[in-house]
C-alpha cells in the first residue's frame, strides 16, 4: 500500500537530537568495497557523513548526499542542487550494504532504525525528496502556517487553523490514504470531497515555494521532479558515491515500487533484493484505487471466517454465527446514516448538556483498516478490530459504545501534536464540532524527541504517486468511475476507494511514469500476505509475473507485510522467515511458489479486553 507500515514509531531517531560527530576508522571489511580509497565510510564527493552515534553494538552515522534536482545530462550546467539525509547503520561484521525502504510514501533515512537489521549487511536508507524533518522544499505544510482559532463560532473552518496553500479547502472532508470522512455511498458528500481536492491540487501548485531556480537562472517545479524515479536516481547517485559495484535492496510497502523502479532502470547494478507487501506494477490511478479497497474486504472476510471457526475464543466470542461480523457493520452502517452513533464534546447544547458529535462510516472503515495493518506488527492479530465492533455495537455497554466513538474521533479529528504551539494536539471535534485533522492541515504530529513527523499530513500521496501514476481526470469523470466501484462493491472497499482516488486523480503536475518490475535478469524475493488489508495479494502475483526471473513467497496470514514482529505461536511464519535469512546469507532464492501455512488462527484471546 501507499502507505508506510505503521511500526512504532517511538522506536525512531530519539537520538537524533543528540548525535555527536566522532569519525571512525574503518574496519578491514569495508576493503571488498573499495575503490581508490572509496567505500561505505570513506565516500566521494557528493556524500558526506557528518555524525555519528552509538546505538547498542551498532553505530548509526548520518549525512548529507548532495543531488543533482535534474539527472539528466541536458540540465547539468542549469540545474539546481537538493541536499537529502542519509543514515548509516553499521553492525560488527556488517560490510555488503543493503538500501533499506519502509514505505510510505513518507519513509526517510531513519528506516535503517526501523527495518530489520539483516546481519551481515550495512543498512543505508535515504529520505525521499520533500519528504522528513530536514527536506527543503518540504511537501507538508510548515506549523508556521498554523492558527489558533477564536473561540465562540458556531461553525468552524480549515481556514480557522492554518492559510498553508496545501491544506484542503473549506468544505473538503478530512481525508487520508485509506478512509474518507463521509457516507461512500452519497453522491453528493463524494463529489464535494472531489471537487475539494482538485482544487487543492491546483492551489498547492501554485505555490512558489516549489520553484527552484538553477545557477544560470533557469527554473524548475519541484512538484514535475519529486516522483519514485526521481527516487531511483538519487539511489543510485548515493551507490556510486559509496563504490559499490551493486546495491541490496529491502523493502516493504511503497517501497517495493521504490526498489522495482530502481530495478528497472538499473538492473545490473541490483545484488539481492527483497520485494514484501508489493505495490503493483502497472501504473494507473485507477487500477491502483481499485487494489486498495478490495485488499480490504479481502481481510475483513478473512476476519469473519475465523471468528466463525473459532468462536469460544476470546473476542469472537461475541458473535456466534456466520454472519454475525457483517450483520454487525450493516447494523452500524444504518445507525451512522442516522447519526445514532455519536460521543458528547465539550460544547454545550442549546438543548442541555452537551452537544453530540457523530462518527461517519469512512471515519470507521478507515480506523478498521489501520487496525488490520497493525495486525502484522503485533502478536495481538485482529483482536483489536473485533473489539472495536463488539464496541460500536452495544455488545460491552454503552459506556464502551460511546467510548470506542470518542477513541475513533480523538484518532482522526485532532490537530497535529508535538508542536510548541497552543494549538498542537487540540481535538477539533470536542472544542469545535468539527472534524478537522492532520490531513485537512497538510501537517503530520512531530515527535521532538525522535526528530521526525508522523504520516498523516496526506500531501505526499499526491505529491509523490501523482508523479508516478498515470490516468487524469475530470470531477466529472472521476464521479463516474466512483460510480462504477459502488455499483461492484459496498461501502467497505468503496470508502477505501475514494479515500485514495481523491489525493491524484487530478494531481496538477504531469505525470512521469514509473515502470515497476518487466526487466528480465533480476533475481528478485518477491513477498506476499494472503490477507494484507492494505497491499492487495493480487498486486504481489502481478509483481511476481512482471519480473521473470524472480520468485514469490506466500504467507496464509494477516496484516501488512511479512514480518517478525508479527509472529505468534502456531503461525506458520518461521518457515518464511528461514528462507528470507537464506537468502540473504547464501543469495540462493528458494523454489518458486513456497508457501507457509498458518497451523492457527491469529491470536484473538489473551487480550487486554477490559482496557482496549
Given at each position: ?7 512504532s ?62 539527472p ?65 522544499p ?23 487553523f ?5 491544506a ?20 453528493s ?7 475539494g481536492m ?12 516549489w ?68 505495490m503493483?506494477?502497472?501504473p ?7 487494489g486498495?479497497?478490495?485488499?480490504l ?6 476476519l ?45 447544547s ?22 488490520m495493518?497493525?495486525?502484522g506488527?503485533?502478536?495481538?492479530g ?20 460511546v ?13 497535529p ?27 503530520s ?51 477505501s ?10 494531481w ?7 515502470q ?7 533475481r ?62 547464501t ?26
Amino acid at each position: 500500500m501507499a502507505y508506510i507500515a505503521n511500526c512504532s514509531f517511538s522506536l525512531l531517531l530519539w537520538f537524533l537530537q543528540i548525535l555527536v560527530s566522532e569519525q571512525r576508522r574503518a574496519e578491514d571489511a569495508w576493503g571488498r568495497f573499495k575503490a581508490e580509497g572509496c567505500d561505505l565510510l570513506h565516500p566521494m564527493e557528493g556524500l558526506k557523513w557528518t555524525q555519528s552515534q552509538k546505538l547498542g553494538n551498532d553505530t548509526i552515522y548520518t549525512g548529507n548526499l548532495t543531488v543533482p534536482l535534474s539527472p539528466h545530462v541536458e540540465d547539468k550546467d542549469d540545474t539546481p542542487f537538493l541536499d537529502l539525509l542519509v543514515m548509516l547503520r553499521v553492525s560488527p561484521g556488517g560490510a555488503e550494504p543493503v538500501l533499506q525502504h519502509c514505505g510510505g510514501p513518507g519513509s526517510d533515512a531513519t528506516c535503517v532504525l526501523l527495518g530489520d537489521n539483516i546481519p551481515g549487511y550495512a543498512g543505508i536508507s535515504i529520505s525521499q525528496r520533500g519528504i522528513g524533518v530536514t527536506a527543503t522544499p518540504n511537501f507538508e505544510c510548515d506549523p508556521l502556517h498554523m492558527k489558533l482559532p477564536a473561540n465562540g463560532k458556531l461553525h468552524y473552518e480549515i481556514s480557522d487553523f492554518t492559510d498553508c496553500q496545501c491544506a484542503l479547502p473549506d468544505g473538503t472532508p478530512l481525508v487520508g490514504q485509506s478512509f474518507a470522512n463521509l457516507d461512500p455511498q452519497n453522491d453528493s458528500q463524494v463529489e464535494v470531497l472531489f471537487e475539494g481536492m482538485a482544487f487543492r491540487s491546483r492551489r498547492c501548485a501554485a505555490d512558489s515555494r516549489w520553484i527552484l531556480t538553477g545557477p544560470r537562472g533557469k527554473k524548475y517545479n519541484f512538484l514535475e521532479w519529486s516522483g519514485t524515479r526521481m527516487l531511483a536516481h538519487d539511489i543510485d547517485f548515493l551507490r556510486s558515491r559509496i563504490c559499490a559495484p551493486k546495491l541490496n535492496l529491502y523493502a516493504i510497502s511503497y517501497g517495493t515500487a521504490v526498489a522495482a523502479v530502481y530495478a528497472d532502470m538499473f538492473p545490473e547494478r541490483v545484488g539481492k533484493m527483497v520485494i514484501n507487501g508489493n505495490m503493483p506494477p502497472v501504473p494507473y490511478t485507477l487500477d491502483f484505487a481499485k487494489g486498495q479497497g478490495m485488499a480490504l474486504t479481502q481481510a475483513f472476510g478473512h476476519l469473519e471466517r475465523l471468528c466463525v471457526k473459532w468462536t469460544s475464543t476470546h473476542p469472537c466470542d461475541y458473535f456466534s454465527d456466520e454472519m454475525s461480523l457483517t450483520k454487525a457493520w450493516k447494523g452500524l452502517l444504518g445507525e451512522m446514516r442516522a447519526r445514532r452513533l455519536t460521543a458528547p464534546t465539550n460544547r454545550p447544547s442549546p438543548l442541555g448538556g452537551n452537544e453530540s458529535f457523530p462518527l461517519t462510516i469512512g471515519l470507521l472503515q478507515g480506523y478498521i483498516q489501520e487496525q488490520m495493518n497493525q495486525a502484522g506488527y503485533v502478536p495481538t492479530g485482529w483482536a483489536e478490530p473485533v473489539l472495536t465492533l463488539a464496541n460500536l455495537a452495544g455488545m460491552r455497554g454503552q459506556e464502551a459504545r460511546v467510548d470506542q466513538v470518542a477513541k475513533i474521533l480523538d484518532r482522526y479529528c485532532s490537530l497535529p501534536a508535538g508542536y510548541p504551539f497552543d494549538w498542537s494536539g487540540l481535538k477539533t471535534w470536542r472544542i469545535y464540532g468539527a472534524c478537522i485533522g492532520q490531513q485537512s492541515l497538510g501537517l503530520s504530529s512531530y515527535d521532538a524527541k525522535a526528530g521526525t513527523k508522523s504520516l498523516d499530513g496526506y500531501v505526499n500521496e499526491g505529491a509523490v504517486l501523482g508523479q508516478d501514476l498515470f490516468g487524469r481526470f475530470t470531477v466529472a469523470q472521476a464521479m463516474g468511475v466512483y460510480r462504477t466501484f459502488r455499483a461492484e462493491w459496498e461501502e467497505m472497499a468503496t470508502s477505501s476507494f475514494v479515500g485514495i482516488f481523491s489525493a491524484f486523480f487530478s494531481w496538477e503536475a504531469e505525470p512521469v511514469p514509473v515502470q515497476t518490475g518487466f526487466r528480465a535478469g533480476v533475481r528478485a524475493l518477491v513477498v506476499g500476505n494472503l490477507y494484507d488489508s492494505a497491499c492487495s495479494y493480487t498486486w504481489s502475483n502481478h509483481m511476481r509475473e512482471s519480473l521473470p526471473n524472480a520468485v514469490m513467497m506466500t504467507w496464509q496470514g494477516v496484516g501488512h507485510c511479512l514480518l517478525p514482529e508479527g509472529s505468534y505461536p502456531n503461525s506458520g511464519m518461521q518457515p518464511c522467515l528461514n528462507r528470507l535469512e537464506q537468502y540473504w546469507m547464501t543469495g540462493e532464492l528458494p523454489f518458486d511458489g513456497f508457501t507457509c501455512r498458518t497451523e492457527a488462527p491469529v491470536p484473538l484471546g489473551n487480550f487486554r479486553t477490559e482496557t482496549q
